[in-house]
Nanobody, 123 residues
Framework: QVQLLESGGGLVQAGGSLRLSCAAS???????MAWFRQAPGKEREFVAE????????YYADAVKGRFSISRDNVKRTVYLQMNSLKPEDTAVYYC?????????????????WGQGTQVTVSS
C-alpha cells in the first residue's frame, strides 16, 4: 500500500515560483511518480512524470521549460519545482504513483493518489 501526502501549495503572483513536495510511504522507489492538476470545471490533466530507475522525465507541453520534476528515493519524496507561474497554472495539484507507466498519461493509469494541494497564481 502506498500513501501520498502533498505540501507546498499556496498563493503566488504571476512570474513567481513554488516547490511542491509529495511525501510517500511504502516501496515507492519502484513506482513511476507523477503530478496532475485539476482546475475548477476542468478535467484532471497530466503535468509531469518521473520514472523509478531511469529517472527519465516527461512533461506536458503547457509546463515544459517552466516546471521540473525530481525525486529523492531515500527520502521517498517527489518534488515539482514550478517557475514562471501563470494564472492558468491555478489548480489543485495531485501527486500520484503507478507501477506500470505508459505514455498515455491518463488518470486511470495511476494507482495511488494524494489529497491534493491548492496552487493559486494571481495576475
Amino acid at each position: 500500500q502506498v500513501q501520498l501526502l502533498e505540501s507546498g501549495g499556496g498563493l503566488v503572483q504571476a512570474g513567481g515560483s513554488l516547490r511542491l513536495s509529495c511525501a510517500a510511504s511504502g516501496r515507492t522507489f519502484t513506482y513511476a511518480m507523477a503530478w496532475f492538476r485539476q482546475a475548477p470545471g476542468k478535467e484532471r490533466e497530466f503535468v509531469a512524470e518521473i520514472r523509478s530507475i531511469s529517472l527519465r522525465t516527461y512533461y506536458a507541453d503547457a509546463v515544459k521549460g517552466r516546471f521540473s520534476i525530481s525525486r529523492d528515493n531515500v527520502k521517498r519524496t517527489v518534488y515539482l519545482q514550478m517557475n514562471s507561474l501563470k494564472p492558468e497554472d491555478t489548480a489543485v495539484y495531485y501527486c500520484t504513483a503507478t507501477l506500470q507507466p505508459s505514455r498515455s498519461y491518463r488518470p486511470s493509469d495511476y494507482d495511488y493518489w494524494g489529497q491534493g494541494t491548492q496552487v493559486t497564481v494571481s495576475s
